[in-house]
Structures are given as C-alpha cells and as structure tokens.
C-alpha cells in the first residue's frame, strides 16, 4: 500500500497544494487529475525523491512499511513511466532492459529474463535493435517492461499516455493497467485527460 | 535534493580540490617572481629588500622600446582578431538566417568557418614556423611572384620576419586567435536567442548587419568578454611566436626575459624576476585599460543604437570575406609548406616546389623524433585524464547538489590564462629549484593542468549542463546509484563531447612551450620544444619535420574524437 500523508509542496513560499492524504491499495490505480501547472507532476517528482531542492515539502511517504523521505531515490523502489519513453539512446533494446534488471540476477538466468520480457511485449528476437529503430507503440512497451523489471513495489504514471495516438493509447493503457494489476502494484495516475481516469477505474482526487 | 547519496556527498572535494591545484602554484609563482624581483634570493646572494633591481631594469637599453613593443603588437592582434572574429560570425548569422544556399558569397562563410575553428587545434608555434617561411623574402609567396610575374633572381631586401615593428607577430597571433574568438562567439550566439533579434531588428528595417551590430552584438560581448581578456594577456606575453616571428633587436619583453635567464650570468636572474614583474603589471594595466575603453566605446554608443538610422552596410560583407579567404589561406599554405620542406631534399630559391623530394629527413630524426612524440604524448594523455577526471567531478557535484558554478570560479578557472606565464611560471621554477623539485615530471604535468582543465571545463561544462536531466532521473527510479548513472548513462551519452574535449585539452597540452621549459627544468623535450629551438638554426627541412608532426598531433587527437564516437555508436541512429 502506497500511503501519503499530510504532502504539501511550495515553490518560492507559494503553496502549490497542501495537505495531501491519500492511500492507494495493491493493484489499485488512483488518478489525480488537475490543469497543468497545478503541481501533479511535482507530486510524482517529489515522491521519486528528484524535486529539484527549490522545492519545500513537508509531509511524509509510506509504501508498505517503509517511509520514504530519506531515502535516495535509486532506493525507493517505486517505478514511474513519463510521457516520453526515455529509453537510453546509447544502449540496445535488450539492453535498456537490462539496465532496470536486478544485478543479483546473473549470466544465463539473465538473459532468459530479458528474452521473456521481449516476449512478453512482443519483441522476440529485439535484443541487439536500435531502439531508436522501433515504432511508437514498441518503444512505450519497452518503456513499461524496463519499468516492470526494476522489480518496483508502486508505479507512477506521469502523463504516459498523452503521446501516443488515441488507437495505441487504448491499448496500451490497459496493458499497463493490466501488469499494475497482475504485479499488485499501488498505482498513482497523474493526467489531465478525463479517459484516462475513467479506464483507471478508481479514486479520482482533483488538485 | 532532499536526501544525501553517500557518494554525492563526497562530490564537494571536487571544487575544492581543483581550486586548490590551481591557486597554489599561481600564488606560489608570483611569490617566487616578487622576492627576486626585490633583490631576496638568498641562493644568488640577495639577503636583502631593494628596488635597485627595478631602476636597474628601467635603466636598461633595450627596455623601452621592449616595452612598445609588448604593447603594440599585443594589443593590436588582439583589437584585430576580436574585429575579425566578430566581422565573420556576423555574416555566418546572416547565412543561417537567409540559408540560401545558392548565393556564392555566402557558402564561402560556411567554408571560412570549416577552415578555421579547426585550426584551433593546431599548436602556435607550428603555425609560426609555417607562416615564418610562407612570409620571408625567400619564402613562398616571394618565390610564387617571381615565379609568376617578376622574375627575381635574389631574394628581395625586405624585412618581413621578425620585422622591427612586430607586424608579422601580429599577424601570426591573428591567425590564431581569431579562429578562437570566433569559436567563443557563435557558442555565446546560442545562448542569446540571436536569430529572432535579428528578426526583430529586420522586421523594424534595419538591415541583417546592422541589426546584428546593434541587437546582437552588445549581448554576445558581455559573454566572450573572458575570452578577449584571455587573448589580450595571451598576445601581451606570448613566447614562442614571439621567438619565431617578433623582432629580435630589441625583441618583446617576454622574450627579454627569457633571455635573461638564459644568460650564463646568474645574477640576471634577478632582472628576469623584475622584469616578470614589470610584464605582469603591464598585462593588468592592459587589461584595465581595455576594460575602460570597452565602457566609454559603449557610452559612445549608446546613442548610436537607438538613433534610429537603419543605413547599409554592406560593404563590410566583401571586407569579410576577403579578409577571411586570407586568413584561411594563409593558415593553409603556411601548414602546407611545412609538409613540403619535411619532404625536400633540395628546394633552392626561387623554385616554387622542391627540385627533389626525399623521406631522408624524416629516417635521420627518426629515433629522436620518436622519443619527444612519446614525451609530447605522455604529458599530454596524463594530464588530459586528469583534468577530465576533476571537471567531471566538479560537474557533477555542480548538478546533484544543484549548486551553480560561479561567477568567481569561472574567473578562477582563467586565471592561468590572465596572468602572464613568463611571471608565475618564472617563480614557480625559482621556488622549484630551491625545494629540488625541478625538472620533475610531477611539475611538468601540474603545469600543463593549469592550461589544460579551463579548455577542458569551458568545452565540456555546456554539453554536460544541457543533457537531458531526464535519462538520470529515470535511471534513479530504476534503481541505479549515482555512480552507475555516471558510467552507464551520463559518460556513454556524452562520449562525443568527452572525447572533443579531452582532445582540445591534449591540444592544449601539445601546444605548451614555457611551461615545458621551465616547469620541466630543461629535462623534458616535446614536440613543441624541439621545434621552437630548431627555429632558430635555418634548415627548414628540420623546422618542416619538427614543426609538421607538431601541428599532426592535435589533429590525429581530434580526428579520433569524433570518428570513435561514430563507430561506437554506428547502430545507435539517435546519437549519430
């Protein structure tokens, strides 16, 4: 369970929101909706633990049991999928998936993790492709299966959907929908189209 | 950010470590110069403070017209390359902005700009050397006009090299120094949105030059004004061109200095620190005075840029090009010619092409050859990795701490490049001498830094701030430390930039005479070295070998910074 409690954000002494208290279960997606501007991406940024420090937050992060404001942000297990892919340019497809995988898990047993996950996105075959070589659709997959493998314990969307052209858009929100669910992740959504937060299906919180 | 990363933390030392490595042999040097120069140097007998060694230097001969000099050609190669270098990045904005390509006059800029930032890379005293014997009496242009219209048999009786006025050492600094400021502007051009001002300024009717002058260019000065500073100090204390292309009787007073520590007499040295002094306290007085003219050339202005007068100039476009053709070629031929002498084994004059060529001269000083390309090669990788090793620290610390390089570093950073070398090089090797540090490879390599990392940092700092800070961030949520990040993210997507930039450094490196000189005691001979003493000896088959692998060197070092990224990135569209 991803729980926040009493988050408030100001820039420059001017409060962008206060007081936030929310609680998302496992394999739940909650949807925080707002113009933009309005600070939910911050939400997300700050949750990460890469709010640029001329941020001042107060308030505190529980995933599961852990609290998260003093951890660095590589350790807080919590995934986020932004409205670029971001792949890394300079590695190949299988690569970029190995980058998010675990360094415990080695040699053959590593590899085989990574085809499955092509597979799984329907990639086989992709390891050595240029990712700069794939299409939209493929590469956003990509985007979700390197965020999935990092093993995180929430995900965070920010806007993930808002690229893609309304026929992939679809489709792809629900197969992250759907591996939110499977992996019974807490799930925060951050957009501005009210779609999105209808197919999310849960708590809707306007900023 | 709100945590601290245990190796972030570390990443203040960075800062500081470099600030140290810099102040100190700068502060120590101009310690070692002064107490000299005020007669205390107990090694040579001075036990006591005086000022007869500075009544001693202003009585001497050769200093008045030593000092002229210094401030003639110094300042005029800086007001000439600065004009220049602005002349030319005007008309390449214009050339961006029209793009049209079919306009002859125009694509001849975009050739001038090839040619020319490249010659950044080649050393000083390589393109000396060339333009040494493209410029004499004998020499290729000379021989070329005979050849071609008017048939003289003997040289004619000109001074051109070493001319008493300085005027090819003046020329041979523009030569260099404009494809530097040039550099220095168009990068500041992309900090301003210059393009739209000039849009601004054309959609008010004022013509593309004028509307450059007036818009573009009070913003984009502000910005290199380190650079001019650095150019004007640079030119003011200059050596090696000085020994190859300036005057010799009397000749400019970095090159009196050295003489004077050259001399047999030890107790020269004490002039030397005195007049060490006296070229420090001329560079400063220089720079004030540019400071000051800058300020009242502005207040002269400032009516100017709004009297609203749109007129034409477009007569300074022919100006430009011309003046950049010749600047180009005669880097050209200059670099050229030194190719062609390395390979003569009988060019008399007036033939305009050796009667034989030969690879004898290079077979004969080959094995010696080899051993000051192995040094030039040393000094310069270690301290390009070392250099490379702190700005990446400081850039670093700069971006997880989100703390802003300051304005005081930034001037910190070039204040190797203020301060006459002669001076704080001078004292540094009278402090060396006494802690028997001399002629170490240590100080060899500590000296080139201090030259090295401002390059390095000023080439690299840009590319690192601009990387897209997402990839990091991303990289953080997929549980990958700092230093991960560093190694698979940041330094793979900036391989090319770290690679340009370590190969301008090596530049740098190759390119350094007085601090080889006097930091390596004598002890250490490079390419740089060797081809400055040869100068003085006049076979130019010698000069042509020495002098052609010098400016190779840069290049083979840039060639490969931009080819190693392409192949490694050969399946990679998005970073081609």
Known sequence: MLKLENISLKIDGNPLFSRLNLEVNAGQVTTVMGPSGCGKSSLLAHLCGTLPSVFQTSGKIILHDRTLDNLPPHERKLGILFQDDLLFPHLSVGENLAFALPAKIRHQERRDKIEQALEEIELSGMYERDPASLSGGQRARVALMRTLLAQPEALLLDEPFSKLDQELRGRFRKQVFAHAVKNRLPTLLVTHDPADAKAAGGDILSL | MATTIRT???????????????LLPIAAGLFGVLLPALGYLPDLGGNQFHFEIFSQLLEHPALPHAVWLTLFSGIIATILSLSLAVLLAAMLSRESLTGNKKNKKTSLFAIIRRGLIPLIAVPHAAMALGLAFLVAPSGWIVRWLSFLFMGWETPPEWVTVQDPFGLSLIFGLVLKETPYLLLMILAALQQIRAQEYIRIGQSLGYGNSLSWLKLVLPQVYPLIRLPVFAVLAFSLSVVDVALILGPTTPPTLSVLILRWIDDPDLSFRFLASAGAVLLLLLTLGSLIFWRFSEWLIFQKCRNWLSNGKRGNVNEVHNLAALSGSLLLGTAFLSLLGLAFWSLSLRWPYPLV????????????????????????????????????????????????????????????????????????????????????????????????????????FLTLADPWRNLDARFPKIGQCLGASPLRILFHIKLPLLLKPLLVAAAIGFAVSVAQYLPTLFAGGGRFATLTTEAVSYAAGADRRVIGVYGFLQALFPWIALLLALAIPRWRFRNRAALL
């Open chain 2, 8 to 22: 972030v933390s570390l990443l203040p030392a960075f800062p500081i470590l470099t600030q140290l490595l810099f």
């Open chain 2, 353 to 456: 092409l050796p009667q034989r060529w030969t690879s004898r001269n290079w077979e004969r000083h080959w094995s010696s050859l080899q051993e000051t390309a192995f040094t030039t090669l040393e000094v310069g990788v270690i301290t390009g990795i070392i250099a490379l090793f702190l700005v990446v620290g400081c850039l670093e610390n700069e971006q997880w701490r989100s703390v802003r390089f300051s304005l005081r570093s930034q001037w910190m950073l070039y204040l190797p490049l203020l301060i006459p070398q002669a001076t704080f090089l001078l004292g540094i090797q009278i402090l060396a001498v006494r802690m028997e540090m001399d002629g170490t490879f240590l100080l060899l390599v500590w000296s080139h830094l201090l030259f090295v990392l401002p390059y390095i």
